[in-house]
């Protein structure tokens, strides 16, 4: 992949680095965000320590999956940007659509296709001097999945043949100004501008679901959708209760 051909192809107002390798592309923007200008997407050709939610690992082999991050500021605390992890999930899956490859939903924010997991979303922040907050939007996105690889992440994956035959640099310059504009999107209107849009690609909407925290679970229902701070709506039979993601986990069936 080449920086200055995504950047040419781009209409974002952010910067563009491609490195071969590196240990997690969120780490990397993490320890530089203090000192960016102006939003910067890093693509790497090949992450080896790429990380998912409470310390989970995310896999992928060089050439066989995009896994990229983009730093981007926002006004204000990071109280308002609760609901962006769910907001990234829409707009990742709404340019996957438009690419041809339909895809839906897991609360909080994992891209499935065919009932598999094909890309994975992970956000951290860093309060700026000047009041404002960066995120750093990690994405992996699996393009194929070598046999060997699918063994060690333990679990069926879901890949996208069909992206994997597109040109790199033009499938990340179409990602990219895509997350831009739900961006923006989000700092005008916040999640409310997401929340139809999450629900139309709600891929478990009326499954028996449980709630697990750290195993255990918490919570179980029928998964309704989700409401405008992007909580996690379920009808459970002490009534309809909200839930937070923080570390939580979302699984599929009854106890
Ligand atoms: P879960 O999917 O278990 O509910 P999560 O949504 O918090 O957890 P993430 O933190 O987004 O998951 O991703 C980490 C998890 O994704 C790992 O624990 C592993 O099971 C799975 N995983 C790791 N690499 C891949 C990959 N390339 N494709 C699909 N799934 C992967």
Known sequence: MNAAAIMALRTAAADVEVVAQT???????????????????????????????????????????????????????????????????????????????????????????????????????QGAPDG??????????????????????????ATAPWLARMDRNVLMAALLDALAAAMNQFE???????????????????QPVRILDNGECVQQGLAVGVDDSGRLLLDTDAGRVAVLAGDVSLRLGGA
């Open 23 to 125: 240990g997690s592309t969120n780490a990397d923007l993490m320890a530089r965000a203090a000192g960016l200008a102006r939003p910067l997407l890093l693509v790497a050709e090949h992450q080896t320590a790429g990380r998912g939610r409470a310390g989970r690992s995310w896999l992928s082999a060089p050439g066989d999956s995009l896994t990229f991050s983009l730093a981007w500021k926002f006004e204000g605390s990071p109280q308002r940007l609760l609901g962006l992890p769910l907001a990234v999930g829409v707009a990742l899956a709404e340019a996957l659509g438009a690419l041809d490859v339909p895809v839906q939903l897991k609360w909080p924010n994992d891209v499935l296709k065919d009932g598999e997991k094909l890309a994975g979303i992970l956000i951290e922040t």
């Open 132 to 157: 404002g907050t960066w995120a750093v939007i990690g994405i992996g996105l699996n393009l194929q999945m070598p046999a060997d690889l699918e063994t060690r992440i333990g679990r069926a994956v």
């Open 188 to 206: 005008q209107a916040g999640f409310g501008a997401f929340r139809a849009r999450w629900d139309a690609l709600h891929g478990w909407r009326g």
